[in-house]
């Protein structure tokens, strides 16, 4: 069984607003996306595939895939507009896999443990996704900020990557949905529940496993790395 990680690093981080691209920033002394695809590279998943930015190939190849020597980077390709986008052009250059493991690379704290769950149970639900119960109440809002509903908390989670699918199941739910005029899917599993008729498995993440995203959620980033420093 042939496991591919798709690693996104393709977006602009318009709401990190900073100078250099958010995965390139350096974080503990390396690159942001180094950190998922160490991670990737001490897993069990046989090969990865990058997704960067149209043009920015050549400075990560050279950059961050030579310079940290990781083997299992079989192919880098430049990615889309949008991050649905981007996931397609990771599923079309991973032709041949059994399953998928689509990975926002802007999530530096996924760990060996996490994936080796996620390859373990898509192999026998066919899709799932890592994420963790939220612990603040959630409202739903209508688009005057009036509360229309509060979901039982027990049952929502807040949803991470990596999320791993079959890959014929993933192929077809993204070429269906790209094809309607505004697909509006912001993470994998949405085109499967919208596409397809297979249930799609939450498993537990990590309350670590936090996407980098605005200014503070590096002040968070770096505390985790000066505490796991100490362990
Ligand atoms: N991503 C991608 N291609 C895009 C947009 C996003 O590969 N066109 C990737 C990002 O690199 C990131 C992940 O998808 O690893 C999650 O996206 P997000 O955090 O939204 O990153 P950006 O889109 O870069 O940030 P922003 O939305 O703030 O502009
Ligand atoms: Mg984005």
Redesign the pocket.
Known sequence: MKYTAIV?????????NSEV???YMTLGGKPLIAYSLEAFEKSAVDEVIF?TGAGEEEYCRKEIIDRYGYKKVAQIIP?????Y???FEGLKAAAGSDYVLIH????PFVTEEIIARTMRTVREKEACIVGMPVKDTIKISDCENKVLDTPQREHVWMVQTPQAFSYGLIYHAYEKILAQPDCGITDDAMAVEKMCNVPVCLIEGSYRNI???TPEDLVTAEAFLRQQALN
């Open positions: 996104l690093a393709a977006g602009k981080g318009s709401r990190m691209q958010k995965q997704v990615g889309g507009k949008e991050r986008h981007s996931v926002d690379g802007a999530r996407k980098i995203t």
